[in-house]
């Protein structure tokens, strides 16, 4: 059994947590960072290849300012690393004019006077010759909008945290976490450490985790597909990422061709997922949702309907209201908590690493989070 005292320990080094681990040791914090698997695992949510990153948010336009951070440190993440984190590809969200993908993107940009191109059906597929939008469509053209690696990106914040002097532990696993005077305690199934704050960014092991929180958060299994268009992938290389929605609100996204002429094109549904939990989720994807993603999708581009070639699996921790929850924990002045995001948090990666560094060191932050604020949704 192990004792060694931190300042900062950082449970789960998934998305949130590796870049929480950074921020802090570049703070000049002690960091000590857990793991039950290997960096950049495809266990959890942040896997997977892509990540749409976008600034003219539907989901609500109280996330723009984070977003004009967060991009700040995109650009600052592939510097110091030397990686490709992201990559801006132009972004279409496309559907009936009314639809949330278009009308709230549409709320978002003109709030935050945000660039942007209103395009009709015509107009899509003069300058998208791949998508055939339905009669009546209308899409928000983003220039600043493309793509995130995950897992280079926790790779990134890994090696930095490293660099900066953070500890990392991986295939160790955090059993308990308890508060006492002056910090925390944490029992690992290799060690006991103490520390005066903790930050737990559990992904979809929150309810675990965070048993005691009162926070609803269901865990989704969500699937993603490669599919290979059918003339190549060369008209795919150069392309934006897009958001598709139907008429009965169900959206699809999907990414230009990244992977190689062999490497197809990714496409998934949004928020089409069955209730699961880390230990019952069914890796296997089914001919019938292989179908059922290539039918909607030939609707779109019907140069895309060629055979599936890869498929993965993936987890949304959703809260009720899809928003997130970023806040130190309500009943403890040592502890903080990032989790619930719902399937849309990784664009925000590298500012959520920023708050809970914020939150950990001094307790506040500048940074208008007060929409993922855990009261909301405790039913306890
Ligand atoms: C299919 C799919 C598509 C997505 N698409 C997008 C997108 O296009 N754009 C976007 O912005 N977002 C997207 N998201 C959402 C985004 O990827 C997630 O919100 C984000 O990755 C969540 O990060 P996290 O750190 O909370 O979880 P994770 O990255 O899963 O990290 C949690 C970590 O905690 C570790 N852990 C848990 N319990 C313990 C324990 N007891 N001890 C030690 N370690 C522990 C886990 O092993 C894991 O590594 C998508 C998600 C999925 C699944």
Known sequence: MTSQTFDVIVIGLGGMGSAAAYHLAARGQRVLGLEKFTPAHDRG??????????????????????????????????ADSGREVYRMTGGLFIGPPDCLTVAGSLRASREWDLPHDLLDEHEIRSRFP????????????????????????????????EKAGATLQF?????????????????????????????????????????????PITVE????????????????????????????????Y?????????GGVKVAFFRKGV???????????????????????????????????DTATCMYSNTPDQHFVIARHPDSTNV????????HGFKFVPVVGEILADLATSGATSHPISLFDPRRLVTT
Request: proline residues 7%; charged residues 20%.
């Open 45 to 78: 949510s942040s896997h997977g290849g892509s990540r749409i990153i976008r600034q003219s948010y539907f989901e609500d336009p109280a996330y723009v300012p984070l977003l004009l951070r967060a991009y700040e440190l995109w650009d600052r993440l592939a």
């Open 130 to 161: 791949n998508f055939t939008p339905k009669p009546g469509d209308v899409a928000l053209y983003e220039a600043k909008a493309g793509f995130a690696r995950p897992e280079l990106t926790v790779q990134a914040h890994l090696d930095l945290a």
């Open 171 to 215: 295939g160790e696993e955090v059993l308990e976490w308890s508060e006492n005077s002056g910090g925390v305690t944490v029992r690992t199934n290799a060690g006991t450490y103490t520390a005066g704050q903790a930050v737990i960014c559990p992904g979809a092991w929150a309810p675990q985790l965070l048993a005691d929180f009162g926070i």
């Open 221 to 252: 299994r969500q699937v993603l597909y490669w599919l290979d268009p059918v003339g190549g992938t060369e008209s795919f290389v150069d392309h934006p990422i897009f958001i598709d929605e139907n008429s009965d609100g169900m959206q699809i």
């Open 254 to 262: 999907g990414f230009p061709a990244i992977d190689g002429p062999r």
């Open 275 to 309: 209730e699961c939990t880390p230990e019952t989720i069914d890796r296997t994807v089914y001919e019938q949702e292989i179908l059922e993603m290539r039918e909607r999708t030939a609707e779109l581009l019907p140069a895309l309907d060629g055979p599936c070639l």
């Open 336 to 343: 903080t908590v990032a989790c619930g995001f719902s399937g």
